[in-house]
């Protein structure tokens, strides 16, 4: 763990920033933002920063993170997952710049990088993989202690992003389909059969209630987010042949079957295959999806499905909506207001944000 001395000096100073971090105390709230990242001598890390470009602390990490969650009643606090196929979890505290509990998966199981609370704040999930038994597993944990209280069959293999239904005590996960194995940690066991499909599961006894899936089983659901209606929209990864146009994004509600967002090929194109962040910016009445392949925020209208405009930033991955203004990372260091035009990137020096970002609710100075 790295206080704010050691984090701005150790390493060669490692990291440059453009300004000087701060601690704050104050019990005045404000958003922050929560993203893993490296720095170019691969070390790793994960940060909280303000909008404005500030950051305020980091804490280094044994390995590459992915994905976090807020904390639901510590202000400041967030829980950072390890990139798969990592083993740890980490509750951090931003304002003191400190780790605060670390947890690992069970034997026999890894993190897929995401997690949410329940609506009561009283249990964690997390989605895992059960490699021994070769299937994916929705484990909920006690918020308190994270203690494991349950696990739940999460209805396919590879589950990615998990996210709460609005006004439901109904999980629905994004299952990739993709199966995986830490001895062979970054390969894709079976493309030819994989069977990825959008997952609801019910929390109150862990039984799956629905799941929908593509006619193309080659298109691996990952990441999502879910609007107040209940509307899914979910990114794709697509793991078919170079050559193959395909469309990268779907769109669910109720019983209907899944509908891909409508786009013209050359946009679809641009993408090359690949999305990474969803994000519903409901104040916009849109969404955005990320294109790191691509270098693109795509924006979709939210009632239509319909593609509206794309922006360019290089190596786009991470978004989140704070303080009511879509927000946007990369893998240069830069983070942007997508709201703002015209835009101004805030630049970090010597950090590449990873896939993800995450609101939190911090302090004021």
Known sequence: MLNRRQFLLGAGGVVGLASLPIVLKSNDTQSWLVSAFSNNNQQHFVGAFSADGQLINAVALPARGHGAVAHPF???????????PGTFMMEIDFINGRITKQVNASQGQHFFGHGVFSHD??????????????????????????????????????????????????????????????????????????????????????????????DNHQLSIRHLDVSSSGK??????????????????????????????????????????????????????????????????????????????????RDVAGLSMSNNQLIASNGKGQTINVSESPLHPNTFRNIRWDNHLTTITGVSA
């Open 74 to 84: 510590k202000k400041g606090h967030a829980i950072v997952f390890a990139r798969r």
């Open 232 to 313: 899914v929209i979910a990114g794709l990864q697509y793991q078919g042949a170079k050559s193959d146009q395909v469309p990268l994004a779907i769109s669910h509600q109720g019983q209907q079957k899944l509908q891909f967002l409508k786009a013209d090929d050359s946009t679809w194109a641009r993408l090359n295959q690949y999305t990474a962040s969803v994000c519903i910016d409901e104040p916009n009445n849109q969404v955005a999806i990320s294109g790191p392949r691509g270098d693109l925020i795509t924006l979709w209208d939210l009632d239509t499905d319909t593609f509206i405009k794309k922006i360019k930033m």
């Open 121 to 214: 704040s009283a249990v964690l999930m997390s989605v895992e993989n059960n490699f021994e038994k070769a299937r994916g597993e929705i484990v909920l944990r006690d918020s308190n202690n994270y203690q494991i209280v349950d696990k739940y069959d999460c209805g396919g293999v590879g589950p990615h992003e998990c996210k709460l239904m609005p006004n439901s005590n109904t999980l629905v996960i994004g299952n990739g389909g993709i199966l995986t194995n830490p001895k062979w940690p970054r390969k894709k066991l079976n493309l030819d059969s994989m069977t990825p499909a959008l997952t609801y599961l019910d929390l109150d006894d862990g039984k799956t209630i629905d799941h929908f899936s593509l």
